[in-house]
């Protein structure tokens, strides 16, 4: 089922999924639903995608209203697995949704950068195992000037430049306070 929040608050979107469940609905596809221009960006409330993801365990995605396509972009990088928005043809104009309906022209070129932002979202943390490579583009530890023998080393002594020789930058608080 696909439920679409409409304008609809919070409260009664939770009273709203706690009846689906009552009822054992399993599966549930819940659908942000922003005001609609003129509505000012405001009312948009894009952020009750991620509130969605976190507080309910279904799938989340966006009705969009907005007479752009930029929407649907951010509410992908928020986790929006599904957006829904108007198509027309440049042809029509007078329609009630041609305000906010994307032209068909631009379909292939929104969904594939919608595909590339869903694939460039990744992963919540990189993490290296033991094992892996450091990368090879660190930048290493170099003095911002020359330094007498024998002095104790400051953090405002050393900067940092490409290609790493030397000192990684990870070490750098390891050699300050030394000499």
Same mark, same amino acid.
């Given at each position: 089922?696909?439920?679409?929040?409409?304008?609809?608050?919070?409260?009664?979107?939770?009273?709203?999924?706690?009846?689906?469940?009552?009822?054992?609905?399993?599966?549930?596809?819940?659908?942000?639903?922003?005001?609609?221009?003129?509505?000012?960006?405001?009312?948009?409330?894009?952020?009750?995608?991620?509130?969605?993801?976190?507080?309910?365990?279904?799938?989340?995605?966006?009705?969009?209203?907005?007479?752009?396509?930029?929407?649907?972009?951010?509410?992908?990088?928020?986790?929006?697995? /599904?957006?829904?928005?108007?198509?027309?043809?440049? $042809?029509? =104009? &007078? +329609?009630?949704?041609?305000?906010?309906? @994307?032209? #068909?022209?631009?379909?292939?070129?929104?969904?594939?950068?919608?595909?590339?932002?869903? /694939?460039?979202?990744?992963?919540?943390?990189?993490? $290296?195992? =033991? &094992? +892996?490579?450091?990368?090879?583009?660190? @930048?290493? #530890?170099?003095?911002?000037?020359?330094?007498?023998?024998?002095?104790?080393?400051?953090?405002?002594?050393?900067?940092?430049?490409?290609?790493?020789?030397?000192?990684?930058?990870?070490?750098?608080?390891?050699?300050?306070?030394?000499?």
């Amino acid at each position: 089922v696909i439920l679409d929040t409409g304008k609809s608050s919070y409260d009664e979107i939770k009273r709203s999924i706690n009846w689906f469940k009552r009822k054992k609905f399993s599966k549930l596809h819940l659908q942000h639903s922003p005001y609609a221009p003129p509505h000012s960006l405001k009312k948009h409330d894009l952020l009750m995608i991620e509130t969605f993801l976190k507080e309910f365990n279904y799938t989340v995605g966006l009705s969009d209203h907005h007479n752009s396509n930029i929407m649907l972009y951010a509410a992908v990088t928020l986790g929006a697995c /599904t957006v829904e928005k108007g198509i027309k043809s440049k $042809l029509i =104009k &007078n +329609d009630t949704d041609v305000y906010h309906a @994307m032209d #068909i022209e631009d379909f292939k070129l929104v969904n594939k950068n919608l595909s590339e932002i869903k /694939t460039a979202m990744g992963k919540s943390m990189r993490v $290296l195992k =033991k &094992n +892996d490579p450091k990368h090879l583009y660190r @930048m290493g #530890i170099v003095a911002k000037e020359t330094i007498k023998n024998g002095t104790k080393l400051r953090a405002n002594d050393l900067t940092f430049a490409f290609p790493k020789k030397g000192i990684p930058v990870e070490e750098f608080d390891k050699i300050v306070g030394k000499k």
